[in-house]
């Protein structure tokens, strides 16, 4: 079956897009790939195609929970066996879809970049036929990203496959994104290079195993806008005259959860960001994505929301997207942006830009970058608000509760907060924004080990049906299945005390775990700390010069952004409209 043979037969196109037949043609030759396409542009199918004509399974490394589910329903929906592993399933759920790409016809699995860590995973993974590791949103494991995160690291480790024969075999990779610099672009294909050289002769050797393929980011139906307002107060009146004028669903960025809720009270409209509730925010998005002009619910016909909201959410008729606040960076911008206007009709992506917003720009750096010394300081207060003293700790994951570390050991939040992600990246601790989850609980003690504790005849009883219920126990933290009552509750939390067990009640918290035992001293590499202070003040100075810009095209600046040299003028943008009619 042909490329061409297979998209008819099981999506019945009559042809690709873009760059899509080229990409795929190399995949088919077992070759490292870097697609770098617009939002909407058919990644997907760049994977999925030549999986589906030759043999073996296609691990896709992605971040985003929603994604992973829709594309397996995708696929189920044409006869295409796969499957996801993500957070919430069971120990058994989980073994079960292993087993199902190892035994089964199975011809793709979906997992987050965390999954990577877990050695019960790696183990059965040695196991599974893979051919091919797509990664998408790839510019997440540049450190010169915007979006950097550090689980990414581990994609490189696991292409060194042993087959069947107990041969090791380098399996191919295609790596996926939509916003990329071209320094950002490079870096990707070291860091999957499966080389810990970066520099030198073996930097050029792994970049030469790479091809990287661009697809214009121009959009002949988006057009970019920057409103200038004196004040807060202005911003809002252009806000609500701007919803006034264009028709259709329309996405309002904001920076934070407080001002999502006070704008969409005052504008009667939905509100999403991460402290609602799953429940909440699956409701929400579902009122907003099933929005028509004809459904009478004109409350749903706007989300506001933070940064939170609009990943893998695949709503074809945005005509309206606006951005209260000023982004971090034109990466950011480009990508919420691009979020209107998929079905390729007439859509606006609009900037509000107040002076004051250059201000708070400068002030995000050092909220961004707190100093070294306050860095240190939160590792050891987050240590001791834990009792997890000097040369322990490995292993152990806790549920964070940031307001009330901030209250006991009296620090500033957003501060504090952002310390927490600069240790992650340093890799002394794993750190995972606040999420919603189910009680989890690990044995940190091996099954002969137990005898040397006292333990009470309940503390056991509860242990040994753990054992029983939950094979992965001693390696991996396990989702209960079933919601601790009070007494299961404090004889858990007793366990935990004394290490016995990692215990994660059900609850709505940051996941904080150590990666190495509590240091004495805190030490952040340049990499770490100045280079990427630096370059993040640099890509804020970008999105100001956007803001403040009034007489280049904005589509020009933002593709010169990604390496785009040799684009045209918009001709609708307003700053292009403004000199036409000058």
């Not at 759920?93 to 016809?105: M, V």
């Not at 920057?226 to 006034?244: A, N, P, W, Y």
């Not at 079933?482 to 005390?497: N, S, T, W, Y």
């Amino acid at each position: 079956m042909t490329p061409l043979e297979a998209l008819r037969t099981y999506y019945g196109y009559d042809a690709f897009r873009g760059i899509q037949a080229e990409v795929i043609d190399r995949v088919m030759r077992g070759r490292d790939t870097l697609a770098l396409m617009p939002t909407g542009g058919g990644k997907s199918l760049c994977f999925q195609i030549p999986t589906l004509i030759q043999e073996g399974l296609c691990l896709v490394v992605t971040p985003l929970i929603a994604l992973m589910k829709d594309q397996v329903e995708n696929l189920r929906r044409r006869d295409i066996r796969a499957a996801a592993i993500y957070s919430g399933m069971t120990h058994d759920q989980i073994e079960t879809a292993l087993d199902n790409c190892q035994y089964g016809p199975y011809r793709f699995l979906y997992v987050s970049p965390e999954r990577l860590e877990s050695e019960l995973f790696r183990i059965r993974l040695s196991r599974l036929p893979v051919t091919l590791i797509a990664v998408d949103e790839a510019h997440c494991i540049s450190e010169w990203g915007y979006d950097f995160r550090p689980s990414y690291l581990n994609i490189s480790a696991i292409r060194e496959h042993k087959d069947a024969d107990g041969e090791t075999k380098r399996i191919p990779v295609l790596a996926l994104t939509a916003t990329a610099t071209p320094s950002v672009a490079e870096d990707i294909c070291l860091r999957l290079s499966a080389t810990e050289e970066l520099s030198g002769r073996a930097r050029e050797e792994a970049l030469d195993n790479w091809h990287i393929f661009r697809q214009s980011f121009h959009r002949d139906n988006l057009n970019y806008v920057v409103r200038t307002c004196r004040d807060g107060q202005e911003k809002l009146e252009q806000l609500q005259h701007i919803l006034s004028r264009v028709a259709g669903s329309a996405i309002v960025y904001v920076r934070n959860r407080k001002r999502t809720e006070e704008l969409a009270e005052r504008l009667g409209t939905l509100c999403y960001h991460a402290g609602l509730s799953h429940d909440q925010r699956a409701l929400r998005q579902q009122a907003w994505k099933t929005w028509t002009p004809t459904s009478g619910d004109s409350s749903a016909r706007v989300m506001v929301c933070t940064n939170a909201f609009g990943l893998g959410i695949d709503k074809a008729d945005v005509r309206l997207v606006i951005h209260y606040d000023l982004p971090d960076s034109p990466e950011a911008y480009f990508q919420e942006a691009g979020r209107a206007g998929r079905d390729g009709e007439t859509a606006y992506a609009v900037l509000l830009f107040a002076p004051e917003d250059k201000t708070k720009a400068k002030k995000r750096v050092t909220d961004n970058y707190p100093p070294r010394e306050f860095v240190e300081k939160v590792y050891h207060a987050a240590s001791d608000y834990f009792g997890v003293g000097a040369g322990s700790g490995l292993g152990h994951s806790f549920a964070l509760h940031m307001e009330d570390l901030c209250r006991v050991m009296k620090l500033p939040m957003l501060t504090t907060y952002s310390a927490l992600h600069l240790l992650s990246q340093a890799g002394y601790i794993r750190f995972e924004d606040e999420q919603e989850t189910e009680a989890r609980v690990k044995l940190n003690v091996s099954r002969e080990g137990l005898s040397a504790y006292a333990l009470s005849e309940q503390q056991n009883a509860l242990l040994q049906m753990l054992m029983r219920q939950y094979t992965g126990i001693f390696t991996d933290l396990q989702y209960l299945r079933f919601d601790p009552d009070e007494e299961q509750h404090r004889l858990l939390a007793e366990l935990a005390a004394r290490h016995i067990v990692t215990y994660l009640p059900r609850t709505r918290a940051c996941l904080f775990g150590y990666t190495q035992e509590r240091q004495a001293d805190i030490w952040l590499p340049r990499s770490v700390y100045e280079v990427r202070q630096q370059r993040y003040a640099e890509r804020l100075t970008a999105m100001v010069e956007y803001a403040e810009n009034t007489r280049f095209c904005r589509e020009q600046l933002l593709l010169h952004y990604f390496g785009e040299d040799e684009a045209p003028v918009c001709g609708h943008c307003d700053v292009c409209r403004r000199k036409v009619k000058n």
